[in-house]
């Protein structure tokens, strides 16, 4: 009898301690504890005025939990659920976007997974919230807090943070979602695809510097072939077998004019100093190249378009595509480095057949006025008309009658000056307008 009475006792002290009993935690208890938190953050708001990305944080969370019922959204008593999964794993893995993944709180987040307090899984779950917002707000716009000056403009988009949780926590494919916030074209993916290859690169070390020299040309002997046959078969570019010789033979001679044009670089196969710098980039700031054009490509719109024009800047050619294919390519003519082409995207609204040019103020002061200074009739010669200001009711004035020594560049900048159509007129036959802001537009 005393064996049984001291076993009885025994088996309850078991029962007690077991983490299923001690640490259960019931839905009504994490939904109190979510209110008491999202009281706290909203109190903490106006502390928080100076810190504007804490502030708007805060303000995301109280009107996500407030416009959704003020109940965990991630997690229940029992744990993390599905979507809770899929987004830590994507979360994990945003390096590949070139994201940082701690800034999403990885870590804390993974420590407080088997978590089974009540404190623990609403940690969690107001962390994971946090995270998919910033995701998202980093996916959709990116994550630059700034993105205007004078040569770069895309307008940051405003982040609808409880509309676009609805429609997360509502999707019945929620990794789809997810993949859905990133640009979906594929400038962007070939980008993301190219990252990991770079990135295996310069933790290994890159690839060996070519040596400056004379320019090599297909068919020549030079002793650097040898290490710029290994330079590119490092990158995936060069695929035959390296052999002993040192001639610049025709299989490289094809992998030199690929290199070339996708450095944007002239395919003429000569091996110069502009190809060999290229060549002499180092892996890990390609890397860095490859990230930072990840970021621009989330600045702009997502969605292309069927139809759109690409202009690339810097390397002096637009195409037009259609339907995700090539339709016209062609040479053109950008801004210099004292007058540099702005970097942005807008709608093609309408165009001009025939147009006149209005000059803008800038070139009447920086060009026009030495040509007038030194021949009075410049303007007649090249059909551009005087008028006495910008206005409508502006009158048409006789260069001749003007001495344009004596005219300073502040006061020519208010004249308006205007090329009538023709052979002459430096827009050509077409304009195509998008209006924009530096009143740049495009023309034959």
């Given at each position: ?89 994507v979360l994990k893995k945003s390096a590949m976007e070139g994201f940082v993944p701690e800034q999403y709180k990885v870590n804390r987040i993974t ?63 929620f990794s789809q979602f997810l993949a859905g916030l990133l640009p979906p074209h594929r400038y962007y993916k070939n980008l993301r695809a190219a ?89 890990q700031e390609k890397v860095r190249k490859i990230i930072i054009n990840l970021e621009r490509w989330r600045w702009e719109a997502h969605d292309l ?140």
């Amino acid at each position: 009898m005393l064996k049984t009475l001291l076993f009885i006792p025994f088996l309850f002290s078991i029962f007690f301690i077991s983490p299923e009993t001690v640490f259960a935690t019931t839905a009504e208890e994490l939904s109190l504890l979510l209110c008491d938190r999202v009281e706290q953050c909203s109190a903490e708001l106006s502390a928080l005025q100076g810190n504007k990305e804490s502030h708007t944080m805060k303000r995301w969370l109280v009107d996500i939990y407030d416009k959704t019922g003020l109940h965990p959204l991630w997690v229940t008593q029992d744990g993390p659920g599905e979507k809770a999964a899929i987004l830590l794993s994507v979360l994990k893995k945003s390096a590949m976007e070139g994201f940082v993944p701690e800034q999403y709180k990885v870590n804390r987040i993974t420590s407080l997974w088997d978590g089974k307090t009540a404190e623990e899984l609403i940690d969690l779950d107001t962390l994971l919230t946090f995270a998919f917002v910033m995701y998202a707000h980093d996916a959709q716009g990116g994550r630059a807090p700034s993105r205007k000056n004078n040569f770069i403009s895309t307008p940051t988009p405003a982040l609808e943070a409880t509309a676009l949780v609805k429609a997360a926590l509502s999707s019945p494919d929620f990794s789809q979602f997810l993949a859905g916030l990133l640009p979906p074209h594929r400038y962007y993916k070939n980008l993301r695809a190219a990252l990991p290859n770079y990135q295996i690169l310069a933790a290994a070390g890159g690839w060996a510097s070519i040596e400056g020299g004379k320019s090599i040309h297909p068919g020549e002997e030079d002793p650097r072939i040898q290490t710029i046959k290994k330079r590119l078969q490092v990158e995936g570019i060069f695929q035959s077998a390296i052999t002993d010789t040192t001639v610049y033979d025709e299989d490289l001679v094809q992998a030199v004019t690929r290199f070339q044009l996708r450095h944007g670089l002239a395919g003429d196969g000569v091996i110069g100093k502009l190809t060999i710098a290229a060549m002499n980039i180092p892996a890990q700031e390609k890397v860095r190249k490859i990230i930072i054009n990840l970021e621009r490509w989330r600045w702009e719109a997502h969605d292309l378009g069927q139809k759109y024009v690409l202009v690339d800047i810097a390397g002096f050619t637009l195409e037009a595509i259609a339907d995700d294919t090539v339709a016209l390519e062609m040479a053109i003519v950008v801004g210099t480095q004292q007058n540099k082409t702005p970097l942005f995207s807008d709608l093609i609204q309408y165009i001009e057949l025939n147009p006149f040019w209005n000059i803008p103020a800038s070139i009447a002061r920086n060009e026009m006025l030495g040509e007038l200074r030194k021949n009075p009739r410049y303007l007649t010669s090249n059909h551009i008309r005087l008028f006495s200001d910008w206005s409508s009711e502006a009158r048409e004035i006789n260069p001749l009658s003007i001495n344009w020594k004596q005219v300073s560049p502040k006061k020519i900048g208010q004249f308006k000056l205007r090329q009538d159509p023709g052979k002459k007129n430096a827009l050509g036959s077409i304009k195509f307008v998008f209006p924009n802001s530096y009143d740049v537009y495009m023309h034959d």
